[in-house]
């Protein structure tokens, strides 16, 4: 199994702990979608990322997984980049 970079939505969850998670992908999309973010290490706001190439936070790819799959931390997103996700999250699930 490859790892895969993801954002953490949420805390561990439950007895059998699970935490909600959206995917970051290397492969940009020819067209983004209004759920998309995109992450470029090379400019300040995120290199806090610590990704290693242009990637697009896709929002409406959520999972639900085990606490015990994550492997390690990677980085961080800027308070600006989360009111971005934050805002494009309830658009998405009209909230």
């Known amino acids: 199994m490859k790892l895969r970079p993801v954002l ?7 007895s ?5 998670v959206a995917y970051i992908s290397s492969v940009i999309p020819s ?8 992450l470029d290490p090379a400019k300040p706001e995120f ?3 610590h990704l ?5 936070l896709r929002l409406h ?12 931390y990677l980085g961080a997103i800027e ?3 989360y009111r971005v996700v934050a805002a494009r999250l309830r658009a998405l699930i009209n909230v």
């Open 8 to 14: 953490l939505l949420t805390g561990p969850i439950g």
């Open 16 to 20: 059998v702990p699970e935490v909600l």
């Open 31 to 38: 067209q983004l979608l209004p759920s998309d973010v995109l």
């Open 47 to 49: 290199a806090s990322t």
């Open 52 to 56: 290693k190439s242009v990637s697009a």
């Open 61 to 72: 790819k959520l999972a639900t997984i085990h606490s015990s799959s994550l492997v390690r």
């Open 79 to 81: 308070v600006s980049t």
